[in-house]
T-cell receptor, first 113, second 109 residues
Framework: IAGITQAPTSQILAAGRRMTLRCTQD?????MYWYRQDLGLGLRLIHY???????GKGEVPDGYSVSRANTDDFPLTLASAVPSQTSVYFC????????????FGPGTRLTVL | GQNIDQPTEMTATEGAIVQINCTYQ??????LFWYQQHAGEAPTFLSY????GLEEKGRFSSFLSRSKGYSYLLLKELQMKDSASYLC??????????FGAGTTVTVRA
């Protein structure tokens, strides 16, 4: 089934630990995105990639890094997790940055203690 | 970033009509989007407006006025399954999306 997968589904993490959230899409979309969603704040863009090999910073990039070694995968890394990074993380993709629709993965619920 | 405002909550009766307003301020404009998000699930695309006017898709319609920085999503013939959060999003000049906080719509029998 075509779409976006994210792993893990949920994770509880001790503060200071390193964590990588995985995102894979099989639609051959050029553009991929990471958002975090917090109650009352809506979705906020963390990092994005318009095509394989390129990345850019979104609205809230501090404490996060990404890489885009190929078209399908777009991992998000928290180098040293802090409690304020407790959130639901959504990966999304679109055919191009100009496309009408972004497709969202199922999300990863991360709790940092 | 962008400034996007939409009401926090709305309640309506099954079979009725509800209009969700969204106002925005943006640097550069490349479209306004509405997404639906059921509790615990991912957002799903509902509509896209880039020119002024009304876009209709079944029971859902979306309107845009670029000069006023204003959009609305109209949900007709409400069904229980329409209970969800509705997210207004604006794409800026760099083709990045900014989302409002979302409007939670509760449909009552």
């Amino acid at each position: 089934i075509a779409g976006i997968t994210q792993a893990p589904t949920s994770q509880i993490l001790a503060a200071g630990r390193r964590m990588t959230l995985r995102c894979t899409q099989d639609m051959r979309h050029n553009a991929m995105y990471w958002y975090r969603q917090d109650l009352g704040l809506g979705l906020r863009l963390i990092h994005y990639s318009n095509t394989a090999g390129t990345t850019g910073k979104g609205e809230v990039p501090d404490g996060y890094s990404v890489s885009r070694a190929n078209t399908d995968d777009f991992p998000l890394t928290l180098a040293s997790a802090v409690p304020s990074q407790t959130s639901v993380y959504f990966c999304a993709s679109s055919d191009t940055p100009e496309a009408r629709e972004q497709f969202f993965g199922p999300g990863t619920r991360l709790t940092v203690l | 970033g962008q400034n996007i405002d939409q009401p926090t909550e709305m309640t309506a009766t099954e079979g009725a009509i509800v209009q969700i307003n969204c106002t925005y301020q943006t640097s550069g404009f490349n479209g306004l989007f509405w997404y639906q998000q059921h509790a615990g699930e991912a957002p799903t695309f509902l509509s896209y407006n880039v020119l002024d006017g009304l876009e209709e898709k079944g029971r859902f319609s979306s309107f845009l006025s670029r000069s006023k920085g204003y959009s609305y999503l109209l949900l007709k013939e409400l069904q229980m399954k329409d209970s969800a959060s509705y997210l207004c999003a604006v794409r800026d000049g760099d083709y990045k999306l900014s989302f409002g906080a979302g409007t939670t719509v509760t449909v009552r029998a």
